[in-house]
Each structure stands twice: as structure tokens, then as C-alpha cells.
């Protein structure tokens, strides 16, 4: 079936540096999505994006944090400048309709700041 | 705010054993919340496994159970008899048409051959 790809697998970074997490989505999908799940946690919800806007953002989504789609390419997630609280595994997801359950997920982005 | 609480894992059983991961909710934004299990496969993304969308129903999936219970505020996933290529994690989430789906923590599960 349809597959989210994401890019890298891991990273590790200094804290303080520009990070950037790379989605590829499903390519017909309309909204796409970050979550974020500290080992042990919740995953939690950060952002939904819409047609090149942000719909919905949580509180857990940073002024650090931005994310992007620029024509059509990859859906990206922006931190800058990193924290150490900022380490986890980020998931990207896409979706045609907004339909919880509809959502197709990447298998996620180990970020480490050190 | 609306949240999940699944059983903590790791959780291992044995080949041909049963098997039941707690799931209870908390919805206070959601009027009338949908339900779901996904699963993650080592290695893949997470994948809708079952989904209830009413209160009393139950929903299934690849030997997998869940039944939607208002009172007790549970959605427990259970399996009469679990396979090694079940070894996955487990997440209970809620959501509805107009927000994206919150999700619990995860419950790793490993089965012994």
C-alpha cells in the first residue's frame, strides 16, 4: 500500500544547531502531520498543515518549531534552535481527509541533541 | 484534554496464548470520540489495525478485538491466541472528524516462539 517515508532514520545533533526532518508523503494526500514521542510516552500531536498553512498546532509545538511543504516536495519539520528536550522520535503522517483513521505514518525520525 | 492510558510494557507472551492490552480514554473536547488501535511493525509506520466509531460496537481485525465501552471509558485490545508475526507495537488512540488523533504510549508487545 501507499507509504510515508522519512528522512533520516536517525540524527544526531548539537544542542543549539538548525535541524530539518524530512517527510515524504503519500503523493496525493492533502493534509499532513508531526507527532512526537519521547521514549516511555505518549506520542504526542504537534502540528497538522493544510493546503501551506498550519490548521491545528499544540502546545508541545515550539516557536522553535516550523514546518513546510514547498511545492509539493517534501513535508519538513524546522527546529532551530535545538534543545536537549527536543530529543525523541518524530512521525510524520499524511492524510487525504481529515477522517482520524485515514492517517498513513512514516516509521519515524530518531533525533538525538546532545 | 482528551487523552489515552494503555498497559506499559513490554509485554511478552507465549505463542498460541492469549492476549489483552488495557486502553482506557479521556475526552473532553470530544463529544462523541472515535476509537482505535493501531500497530507498529518493526521497522514500518504505524498502521490503523481496528477503529469503533459508536459505543457498544466491537471492531476486529486480524484476529484482534476491541469493544467500545462508554461506561467504563475501555477499549481493550485482546487476541484468543497470539502469533510470533504479532510482535509489534500497540497504540490505543482517540479522535473524531475534526482533529487529528491522540494516541497513548504504546504498549510493546513480543511473542515467544
Known amino acids: 500500500g501507499p507509504k510515508v517515508l522519512q528522512i533520516p532514520s536517525h540524527q544526531i545533533i548539537d544542542m543549539g544547531q538548525m535541524v530539518t526532518l524530512n517527510c515524504d508523503p503519500v503523493s496525493n494526500h492533502l493534509y499532513f502531520y508531526w507527532y512526537k514521542q519521547i521514549l516511555g510516552q505518549q506520542m504526542e500531536f504537534l502540528v497538522n498543515f493544510y493546503n501551506g498553512k498550519v490548521m491545528e498546532k499544540s502546545k508541545l509545538f515550539k516557536d522553535q518549531f516550523s514546518v513546510e511543504r514547498p511545492d509539493g516536495s517534501y513535508f519538513t519539520l524546522k527546529i532551530q534552535p535545538t534543545a536537549l528536550e527536543d530529543s525523541a522520535v518524530y512521525f510524520c503522517?499524511?492524510?487525504?481527509?481529515?477522517?482520524?483513521?485515514?492517517?498513513?505514518f512514516g516509521p519515524g525520525t530518531r533525533l538525538t541533541v546532545l | 484534554g482528551d487523552s489515552v492510558t494503555q498497559t506499559e510494557g513490554p509485554v511478552t507472551v507465549s505463542e498460541s496464548e492469549s492476549l489483552i492490552i488495557n486502553c482506557t480514554y479521556s475526552a473532553t473536547s470530544i463529544a462523541y470520540p472515535n476509537l482505535f488501535w493501531y500497530v507498529r511493525y518493526p521497522g514500518e509506520g504505524l498502521q490503523l489495525l481496528l477503529k469503533v466509531i459508536t459505543a457498544g460496537q466491537k471492531g476486529s481485525s486480524r484476529g484482534f478485538e476491541a469493544t467500545y465501552n462508554k461506561e467504563t471509558t475501555s477499549f481493550h485490545l485482546q487476541k484468543a491466541s497470539v502469533q510470533e508475526s504479532d510482535s509489534a507495537v500497540y497504540y490505543c488512540?482517540?479522535?473524531?472528524?475534526?482533529?487529528?488523533?491522540?494516541f497513548g504510549a504504546g504498549t510493546k508487545l513480543s511473542v515467544k516462539p
Open positions: 488512540a482517540l479522535g473524531d472528524n475534526n482533529n487529528a488523533p491522540r
Open positions: 503522517a499524511s492524510s487525504l481527509g481529515l477522517q482520524t483513521g485515514e492517517q498513513y
